[in-house]
């Protein structure tokens, strides 16, 4: 039996997430390193929540940590290369995720159905672990920063080939009506989006996400299958 990962989304989003395999401990002046960088990033997240990205400045990030101006643009130069280390953390979250998933030839629609859960899952647990940084994707304007507008693009079409990929797959086996992939892949990913604004921003569907997921793969199913 053909077996395979998901798809290569090192591919799709190149060095921003290279991983590092090196087991070697970190010197103390790595950790000192790592540590004012995490310091700065957690603080750029909550200051693009509260203000939004296009109105922070990096003097409101300063506010939340302990270090000097001069201190910090020893590691970043302005706040889109603060975003882009989230970008990067992000994507790596999600190449190793769904490099855990394993796609086969299935030979039932039953065992395609499950695949399709499972994908919805692993992508709503990565989401949850970046909150923050999610939100401000499905929210902020797009339109007033062209480098700002690219980096949130970049996220979807991510979204969009992982899904695009799969549903190739399910119309290879039978279990989907012939469509136009990367159509039918950005239709979806516009329920998707609005669907993660209303449970990560709204609150809503907290109570049974498992049951939620039944529904998203229902519909998917039910709306295109043969």
């Known amino acids: 039996m053909e077996r395979s990962g998901l798809i290569n989304l ?7 997430t290279d991983i590092n395999k090196s087991n070697e401990p970190m010197t103390r002046r790595e950790k000192s390193k790592a540590e004012k960088l995490q310091q700065i990033r957690s603080a750029a997240l909550l200051v693009f929540l509260e203000k939004g990205y296009h109105k922070a400045a990096i003097s409101d990030i300063l506010r939340y940590t302990n270090l000097a101006r001069g201190t910090f643009y020893l590691y970043y130069q302005d706040k889109s290369q603060i975003f882009d280390d989230l970008l990067a953390d992000l994507y790596k979250d999600i190449t190793l995720s ?3 998933l394993e796609i086969e030839n299935q030979k039932s629609k039953k065992a395609f159905y499950e695949q399709l859960k499972n994908l919805a899952r692993t992508l709503l647990d990565v ?15 797009i339109g007033r920063d062209s480098v700002f507008d690219r980096r949130v693009e970049g996220f979807y079409e991510i979204l969009t080939e992982v899904i695009r990929v799969l549903a190739s797959r399910g119309i290879e086996s039978g279990y989907l009506k012939p469509h136009n992939t990367l159509l039918l892949s950005r239709l979806l990913i516009g329920g998707l989006k609005e669907f993660i604004f209303q449970w990560l921003v709204k609150k809503r569907y907290t109570d049974d996400l498992e049951a ?11 709306g295109v299958e043969q």
Request: proline residues 0%; without cysteine; neutral net charge.
């Open 10 to 16: 090192n591919d799709l989003i190149g060095s921003a």
């Open 98 to 100: 769904l490099g855990q």
């Open 127 to 141: 989401f949850r672990r970046h909150e923050k940084l999610v939100i401000i994707l499905v929210s902020s304007s």
């Open 212 to 222: 939620e997921i039944e529904s998203i793969v229902f519909i998917f199913m039910k």
